[in-house]
């Protein structure tokens, strides 16, 4: 193994709208195998695709390219647009059709700009709509089969216009009452409970996602140790791969979480995170530390093997970005306005999230 393939096991943010100097040595020397990008990385239509053509240029290897954008207050493209309805306000409409149409114009929305994968759906059940748990508007069922349904929609729509899928977050988080961007969340809960409900749901998704992202979260009945499901060999490794038998790329959520931060020393989260059985470490804001990160993990050695295979596995499915034109980008734009029409009707169409399309300290993942 090239000790240079360590790099394809990150993926990282970028500090700003541009590619400086310093973060394309950076990036050049690291080579990450994907860039994830937020609210700071986005002013304009052109410098967006400006950007990602650029991440892409400097990469030895087609990078994965990717951002969260599922709707209502995590639309990271609402910041130069229009936003689309949230996954609650889709599941309350109750039409399967007009989720898959969300799926498909989300698809070409990330595909215009060049992006390759898109990190929903959220197939967390919402046991309290109200819940503060960061997943607040992000769900789009109350049940098992309702999630099934609704989040399947919006997947095959998704996949069907070239954007790969990510399930997240597993094992589910939702009936936690913390914010694990803040603290580990604990939940005090059985196999067998997890089985008849979170478990179910991304059960019946192992086969039709390409990616699963793990959650921060510590929960008694699936490892006894307590540890952060993103860490733990008993949830990565036993139960997603070994049991369910996913198949597709697993990568942790961001590293750079209070859940994560407030309990492990960086080198250590790294080599645990690898040692779980991910494929993929999320290291969103300190970017600086991508080289460091790159460090901590080499000496795994051969170990890495598994995971760089799955992402080339998964790299070998990105679909090429679609011509750009400030013209292309406009008129999915008001695909996405007519689709808020339909899910809330003409009167509350213009009603926007709470942070009305300014970029907010804590972005949600």
């Given amino acids: 193994m090239p000790i240079h393939d360590a790099g394809q096991l990150l993926l990282v943010g970028v500090p700003g ?3 400086d100097s310093d ?9 990450p195998g994907g860039f994830i990008l937020f609210g700071r990385n986005i002013q304009s239509p052109g410098q967006l695709r400006k950007l990602l053509d650029d991440l892409r240029d400097l990469s030895d290897v087609e990078p994965i390219l990717t951002i969260d954008q599922e709707g209502g207050r995590v639309s990271r493209l609402k910041l130069i647009g229009n936003e689309p309805p949230n996954a609650q306000q889709l599941r309350d409409r109750d039409d399967l059709e007009l989720i898959k149409r969300h799926g498909d114009i989300t698809g070409r929305l990330l595909r215009v700009f060049g992006f390759n994968l898109d990190l929903c759906p959220v197939l967390d059940i919402s046991y309290d709509d109200e819940a503060d748990n960061s997943l607040r508007g992000r769900c789009y069922g109350r049940t098992v089969p309702e999630v099934i349904a609704k989040a399947g929609a919006f997947n095959t729509g998704l996949r069907a216009a070239g954007i790969l899928s990510c399930g997240k977050h597993f094992p589910g988080y939702s009936s936690a009452g913390m914010d694990p961007h803040h603290e580990l969340p604990f939940l005090d809960r059985s196999r067998e409970k997890m089985e008849s409900e979170e478990l179910a749901v991304f059960r019946a998704f192992t086969d039709s996602v390409d990616s699963m992202m793990i959650g921060h979260i510590a929960i008694s009945g699936l490892d006894e140790i307590r540890r952060p499901a993103s860490l733990s060999p008993a949830i990565v490794r036993d139960l997603l791969r070994k049991d369910m038998g996913f198949g597709g790329l697993v990568m942790t959520d961001d590293l750079d979480m ?6 492990f020393g960086f080198d250590e989260t790294m080599r645990l995170g690898l040692e779980a059985g991910n494929d993929m470490l999320m290291i969103c804001h300190r ?12 000496p795994l050695g051969d170990a ?50 709470p942070e009305d399309g300014k970029r907010s300290p804590v972005e949600l993942y």
């Fill in 258 to 263: 209070g859940a994560i931060l407030n309990h």
């Fill in 304 to 353: 890495l093997c598994p995971a760089l295979e799955s992402v080339a596995r998964s790299k070998a499915r990105l679909s090429p970005p679609s011509v750009f034109t400030v013209e292309s980008f406009q008129k999915i734009d008001a695909e996405i306005r007519e689709l808020r029409i339909a899910t809330l009707g003409e009167s509350e169409a213009d009603t926007r999230s």
């Fill in 287 to 298: 970017v600086e530390m991508a080289l460091a990160a790159k460090s901590a993990i080499e």
């Fill in 17 to 19: 709208p541009e590619l």
């Fill in 23 to 31: 973060s394309a040595r950076l990036f050049r020397k690291i080579q």
